[in-house]
Nanobody, 127 residues
Framework: QVTLVESGGGLVQAGGSLRVSCVASGRTASPYAMGWFRQTPGKEREFVAGIIWSTAATYYAESVKGRLTISRDNAKNTIYLQMNSLKPEDTAVYYC????????????????????WGLGTQVTVSS
């Protein structure tokens, strides 16, 4: 059983930066991919960014391209989401997720493809 724990959320002013982290434990093998999703009350969870574990190839939602960057540290079983130029609409609970099987193209953006989830960390951007 893989456990994911997010950290690093908080309150930041618009235009500021924040980095959230996600540590994985309980692994017996590397995932195919890991990703960040976010959710606000009353809305569906939406994809933010993902990374293919073996190649470190990354993919992003259009709304965050150029502002948010996903990265990974193999040795620490950790992924990061560096968030710059934050906007009030980035306010959400950010969830880390792990995809153990395989995905291709648009399927890598689908939450149903991901097998394990963290409990989330709140990011609040004030205007």
């Amino acid at each position: 059983q893989v456990t994911l724990v997010e950290s690093g959320g908080g309150l930041v002013q618009a235009g500021g930066s924040l980095r959230v982290s996600c540590v994985a434990s309980g692994r017996t093998a590397s995932p195919y991919a890991m990703g960040w999703f976010r959710q606000t009350p009353g809305k569906e969870r939406e994809f933010v960014a993902g990374i293919i574990w073996s190649t470190a190839a990354t993919y992003y939602a259009e709304s965050v391209k150029g502002r948010l960057t996903i990265s990974r540290d193999n040795a620490k079983n950790t992924i990061y989401l560096q968030m710059n130029s934050l906007k009030p609409e980035d306010t959400a609970v950010y969830y880390c997720a792990s995809l153990e099987g395989w995905c291709s193209g648009y399927s890598c953006y689908e939450s149903r493809r991901y097998d394990y989830w963290g409990l989330g960390t709140q990011v609040t951007v004030s205007s």
